[in-house]
């Protein structure tokens, strides 16, 4: 996989360490400016140039301090953010997301990109829901194997984060996640351990909270133990800005490199080896594992930075996995798509047709080159074939909002530190004016194209939401504009689960269409008008209130500086389906403008063992009138075990394109050992032998097959 792993690499990696003092080792080993690690210039060792990530290539700052230094030469593509490219379930998409950003990074003289960010998204409030990929470990698995492959396979480094448990923003430097071992290795871990054994990841930023009583920047077991001596981690560890904790505990742990600044690995390092608190090879070691990284990734002349980055090629690329990720929940009449002589006239209404969301909130953001909304792209495409009469409708929820004290989902903010608190707002309402306007377009028109959703001030790094109800008092606007024109089809834009109760009655039809980047608009527009058929499926559920979710239901969130996981192994869907608990939209939900049939399913054999790979055949039919693409999934339900498991667990999943009348065998393939639970007791993977009934569907709630088989004892 690496070069870098080589017999000759490694020689180089200790001819070069000798060569150098302790002070240049140690300098290596933190910081030097806000997104660069030294090298040394001496023995011709470039410095480590880092980038956000994980949605395009960040401006550059000014050295040391997080302002932007103002170029005109450093904006980029907006690619769609992380539950977008999880809407696609394509690790092919995955791929080429990840081959962009690391041409873009290199144009830009980066070395290691810093994502992508595959943390399960555990509560439907997290603040940086929208940046990570599902709420199910394998899709987010496939999806961070397609990116990081995509990234080293086209000259970058890939640094996967925040590992480990990093599942809520509030109180996300103190917090102390309690997991057990089983929720840890079977649910939020496996994300990682796929990209490094897999994909050979090259870069890991330990997270900023603990777990289970130990910082993760100086966490033995998750640096140590399972990074490196389990998974064979061979690139470095970096730790989350301002995110180390200690000088001896973290080196000892197994952190390599301190970012940025250097209070922990600077001088007061150098005291401790010298001291004789950390073993110089403890040191040597670290220096390697930044070789090891250095010596696979070719530096870039500073000289490339003047380049263009963001080509028309990447804008192609962020249309494909746009297109791809669109969601439609529901088409009632078959009204979407579009029919333009059936609807001449069309109202579009809210803030998001015109609102950008490649910056915002804090963190994660890119300057980009452009960003096409859907009125933009609507208006285009529409030309004079239809009339759109746009009204706003509502204000976005802006920064000065969360500043002062805004309206999200009729609760007015504290603006107390950006955390989301506050209480409900007595008479506040929609804004009469932009209120009146709506409804006259609405009444004027033959339908209504309702833009709901999020924007990046109400999803943003560093503070989770306080509720998932639709920010600016969406519900009771959508709820005026149906009386006028109950021809509704609504478009939520969000990167995270929002509370749809009220809007999906008032809509006929409905689409996630997510923060989808550069080609957002144009992306969307062509799904409306049918150009492109939606494939895209639900990463996370879509509960009916927040109190159906797991950490809400346990009372278990909000916390403040202890996070109990007692949901355990039951996040997301497994939750929803041990408790019979009905979602809004399931996970895996999803639907085309054509219609999939599925039958004769057939496995390879009956029983299986363990080093046995189980094959699963069946026959998808496309019986509609579209060209289209179904996304197939494989659940396991395991009838009668002695071991708990969740109801339905994703397993396998695969993406079919059919043109209209078609048909295809479809084969699906499930490594048995994929199966193997975490066994608390023995402290290791099992697998439970018995029957397993493996469920074939579109969604995890609409299982059209099912077919048992039989598992052979463990190992
Ligand atoms: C974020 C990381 C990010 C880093 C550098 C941190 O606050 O958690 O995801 O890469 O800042 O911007």
């Given at each position: 996989m ?12 200790q ?7 302790l ?21 011709g ?29 450093d ?5 769609p ?19 962009g950003?690391a041409?873009?990074?290199?144009t830009?003289g ?10 399960i ?87 900023y909270?603990k777990?289970?009583?130990?910082w993760?920047?100086?966490?033995e ?28 505990q ?12 250097n ?38 002349e500073?000289t490339s930075?003047?380049?263009?980055v ?6 192609q ?8 990720s ?33 910056t915002?909130?804090?963190?994660a ?25 746009y ?9 000065q ?25 007595p ?8 209120l ?15 833009f ?29 504009i ?33 923060f ?21 499926k ?10 159906d ?5 346990l ?6 500086d ?8 039951y996040?997301g ?26 039958d ?15 094959t ?22 395991r ?10 667990e ?13 048909s ?13 639970y ?24 609409d ?13």
């Amino acid at each position: 996989m690496l070069a870098a792993c080589s017999a000759d690499t490694e020689k180089q990696i200790q001819d070069l360490t000798a060569q150098m003092t302790l002070e240049e080792k140690v300098d290596m080993l933190h910081g030097q400016t806000m997104f660069t690690s030294a090298g040394v210039e001496r023995l011709g060792i470039a410095p480590v140039k880092y980038t956000d990530g994980p949605f395009g290539i960040r401006e550059e700052l000014e050295p040391h301090s997080w302002r932007p230094l103002g170029l005109t030469t450093d904006s980029a593509t907006f690619f769609p953010t992380g539950s977008a490219l999880a809407a696609t379930w394509s690790e092919e998409m995955a791929y080429l997301y990840g081959k962009g950003m690391a041409e873009e990074a290199r144009t830009r003289g980066k070395d290691m990109i810093l994502g992508p960010a595959i943390n399960i998204q555990r509560i439907p409030t997290g603040g940086r829901t929208y940046e990570y990929f599902s709420e199910d470990p394998l899709l987010s698995s496939r999806l961070a194997v397609g990116y990081v492959r995509g990234v080293q396979d086209n000259g970058a480094a890939a640094c996967i984060k925040h590992y480990a448990l990093n599942n809520q923003e509030n109180n996300r430097g103190m917090v102390d996640v309690i997991v057990s071992d089983r929720a840890m290795r079977e649910i939020y871990l496996p994300p990682f351990r796929a990209a490094v054994e897999e994909a050979g990841a090259l870069g890991v930023m330990s997270a900023y909270n603990k777990v289970n009583g130990t910082w993760c920047a100086e966490n033995e077991i998750l640096l140590d133990k399972i990074l490196r001596q389990e998974w064979g981690f061979r690139g470095m560890v970096i730790s989350d800005w301002y995110g180390t904790h200690s000088t001896v505990q973290a080196a000892l742990a197994g952190l390599d490199v301190e970012m940025p600044g250097n209070m922990f690995f600077g001088q007061a390092l150098l005291d401790s080896v010298r001291n004789g608190a950390i073993p110089e090879e403890i040191i040597d070691r670290k220096v390697g594992n930044i070789l090891r990284v250095r010596l696979a990734i070719d530096p870039v002349e500073e000289t490339s930075h003047v380049n263009p980055v963001s080509t028309p090629e990447h804008g192609q690329m962020v249309y494909q996995i746009a297109s791809r990720s669109i969601v439609l929940l529901k088409n009632e009449g078959s009204l979407l798509p579009l029919d333009l002589e059936k609807t001449p006239t069309i109202a579009v209404i809210g803030d998001n047709a015109i609102q950008k969301h490649a910056t915002g909130g804090i963190g994660a953001g890119v300057k980009t080159r452009y960003e096409i909304t859907p009125l933009e792209a609507l208006e285009q495409k529409i030309g004079d074939r239809a009339t759109l009469v746009y009204a706003r409708g509502y204000k976005g929820f802006s920064r000065q909002d969360r500043e002062r004290g805004g309206i999200l989902g009729g609760v007015v903010l504290s603006g107390a530190g950006g955390m989301l608190t506050g209480s409900a707002a007595p008479g506040t309402g929609l804004d009469q004016e932009m209120l009146a306007q709506a409804l006259e377009a609405a009444a004027g028109a033959d339908m209504v194209l309702f833009f709901a959703g999020n924007n990046r001030e109400v999803e943003t790094e560093g503070a989770d939401r306080m509720n998932i109800i639709l920010p600016s008092l969406q519900d009771q606007l959508i709820r005026e504009i149906a009386t006028v024109n109950p021809n509704i089809v609504t478009v939520v834009v969000t990167g995270a689960p929002v509370d749809l109760s009220t809007v999906e009655p008032c809509s006929k039809a409905m689409l996630v269409s997510w923060f989808n980047g550069s080609e957002a608009g144009n992306a969307l527009a062509d799904v409306l008008l049918g150009t492109v058929v939606p494939s895209g499926k639900l990463p996370f559920t879509f509960p009916v209130r927040l109190e159906d979710s797991p950490a809400y239901a346990l009372k278990t969130y909000p916390n403040f500086d202890k996070a109990p996981y007692s949901e355990d192994i039951y996040v997301g869907y497994r939750w929803f389906d041990a408790w019979k608990i009905e979602p809004l939209f399931p996970f895996g939900h999803g639907l085309s403008y054509t219609t999939f049939t599925y039958d004769s399913p057939r496995t390879g054999k009956e029983t299986y063992r363990t080093s046995d790979v189980m094959t699963v055949s069946f026959r998808l039919s496309n019986t509609g009138k579209y060209p289209a693409r179904e996304v197939v999934q494989l659940y396991v339900h395991r009838p009668g075990s002695n071991v708990e498991f969740p109801e339905n667990e994703l397993k396998a999943f695969k993406d079919v394109q059919l043109e209209p009348g078609k048909s295809a065998q479809v084969t699906l393939k499930v490594p048995a050992s994929s199966l193997m639970y975490w066994n608390t007791s023995k402290g290791n993977w099992t697998l439970e032998p018995g029957t397993v009934e493996l469920r074939i569907g579109s969604s995890s709630r609409d299982i059209r097959l099912k077919k048992s088989i039989t598992l052979r004892g463990s190992n």
